[in-house]
C-alpha cells in the first residue's frame, strides 16, 4: 500500500526513509500523520531518523524527524511481527 498524502514538510531523507520502511517483510503499509514544525527528536537526531512511540492494534505509532521538525507516521504491521519490524527500523536508523 503507498504512501498517501501530499506533505510538503516530509523531506527527502523521510520520504527515502518511509519507501524502506515500507520495504521490511511484515509492512502493509505506512499512513502519514501531522507535522509539526520545530520540534525535534533529540539533539543528534539526522533528518530522517524514525523513533518508535508505542504498539497499538493494527501497527506502531512513530514520528520521522524532518527538515522542518516531526512528522508523525503509523506503520501497518502484520499481527504479531511488530517486534521484528520494530528492529528492522532500529537497523534502519544506524545507517
Known sequence: MP?????????KECRDMMRRIEAIPGVNGLIIGRSYGGKSLSANART???????TQPGGLKA???SSKGLQ????????????????????????
Do not use: C, P, W, Y
Open 3 to 11: 504512501s498517501r498524502g501530499q506533505h510538503q514538510t516530509t523531506s
Open 63 to 65: 514520528v520521522t524527524q
Open 48 to 54: 530522517g531518523s524514525v523513533k518508535i512511540q508505542r
Open 72 to 95: 508523525e507516521l503509523f506503520i501497518l504491521v502484520e499481527q504479531g511481527q511488530e517486534q521484528a519490524v520494530t528492529l528492522a527500523i532500529d537497523a534502519l536508523n544506524q545507517r
